[in-house]
């Protein structure tokens, strides 16, 4: 059979191999790409076998003895271009060796998964980091931890305080009464007038003025007998202060003594000190001029309010009388004849009703200063 595509006479060509018609393959980093053509492979046949010519119009036999045409070298020609293969080659990867990563602060990402025939090797995407609370948001939440901690703290105050047991108000008053001496402006505490109306003797009305106020101090003044009656109670301090009758015939001094002493110590000692005990020094009055006196232990503050009446003029009396027996109606004692029982028992009566409204009242905040110390007559004790 006459090939169509060589005309006839010439020298065939050598039995050429089938052409390779494998993918090349794809060069990987650092390595050489493989060459695309190896030529015409030799025939490794036995010479004595028979074969066909190519381009030959008669199969014409070979001569054993003659040489062979294919064992001489001949140039190579390029055979016939392969067909284009319509599908496209497919990449094999090869895995490239490890490589170090390096040494990072952060988590260590997740190994890349190996290659595989069906395409190229995608990576697995990194779990997402934790959301890390913005500043906005961590000062909100330590403002409600702060909140949450106050109104804890508020409940559990709260709930004491209702626990707690309330403080009766005639115990306040008591304890507030203790503190007037040094927290009560002195015209809270002695009035600057006295008025005593159906006070005197046969129901005569009665009106007293403040001369002086003596400074405060302890309770040393009072004398060596009263020191020793106080002495279970005690004495905080001793407020004193005359005052004189607006027909200047009497004068009267009065004091009151401040305690530490609870209200049943004083209920033991009140019967002592307005029955059994003498009458006080007073202020500005001699021992001798003392006509009568007076004394109220306060059951509702811890205070002992006393009062001693004298003539004004300077007489003296040889034995004072208290109060009640000088008020009485058979009296016949200067001091009864005087009505000085009712002047002592007047004054001491009024300064014990102003003591308990001062108790009584809220606290007030006075700024008129005390009035300035009067010179006494008889001198100061």
């Given at each position: ?261 609870e209200p049943a110590t004083l209920a033991a000692l009140a019967p002592r000190l307005e029955t059994e005990a003498p009458p006080p020094a007073a202020y500005g009055v001699p ?95």
């Amino acid at each position: 059979m006459t090939n169509p595509e060589r005309p006839p006479g010439r020298t065939p060509l050598p039995e050429q191999a089938p052409a390779d018609r494998s993918i090349p393959r794809a060069a990987l980093p650092g390595q050489a790409p493989a060459p695309a053509d190896r030529g015409p492979v030799p025939s490794d046949r036995p010479a004595g076998g028979t074969r066909t010519g190519i381009g030959s119009g008669t199969g014409t036999a070979v001569d054993p003895t003659a040489p062979s045409p294919s064992s001489a070298p001949a140039p190579a020609v390029p055979g016939p271009a392969a067909p284009a293969d319509p599908l496209p080659p497919r990449a094999t990867a090869t895995p490239a060796p490890p490589t170090p990563a390096p040494e990072t602060a952060g988590p260590t990402p997740a190994a890349a998964p190996p290659a595989t025939d069906e395409g190229p090797a995608v990576a697995a995407p990194l779990p997402a980091p934790p959301p890390t609370p913005s500043r906005r948001l961590r000062v909100a939440r330590a403002g409600c931890w702060v909140l949450g901690a106050a109104l804890l703290a508020g409940a559990a105050a709260a709930g004491w305080e209702r626990r707690a047991p309330a403080v009766p108000a005639a115990e306040a008053q008591y304890r507030r009464a203790a503190a007037l001496w040094r927290e009560e402006p002195v015209d809270g505490l002695f009035p600057p007038e006295l008025i005593g109306q159906g006070a005197g003797p046969g129901g005569a009305d009665r009106r007293w003025i403040r001369t002086a106020v003596a400074p405060d101090g302890p309770c040393t003044p009072l004398g060596p007998v009263w020191t020793a009656a106080l002495a279970p109670a005690g004495c905080t301090r001793l407020l004193r202060a005359s005052y004189t009758d607006t027909t200047r015939s009497s004068t009267v001094s009065v004091g009151l003594v401040f305690t530490p002493a609870e209200p049943a110590t004083l209920a033991a000692l009140a019967p002592r000190l307005e029955t059994e005990a003498p009458p006080p020094a007073a202020y500005g009055v001699p021992d001798a001029r003392r006509a009568s006196w007076a004394v109220s232990v306060l059951p509702d503050a811890p205070v002992v309010v006393y009062a001693v009446s004298a003539f004004a003029d300077g007489r003296t009396v040889d034995r004072p009388r208290p109060a009640a027996s000088a008020m009485s109606a058979g009296d016949t004692s200067p001091a009864g004849q005087a009505g000085l029982g009712h002047e002592a028992r007047a004054v001491a009566d009024r300064l014990e009703r102003a003591l308990r409204r001062t108790v009584a009242e809220p606290p007030t905040t006075r700024t008129d200063p005390a009035p300035p110390l009067a010179p006494v007559p008889g001198g100061d004790r």
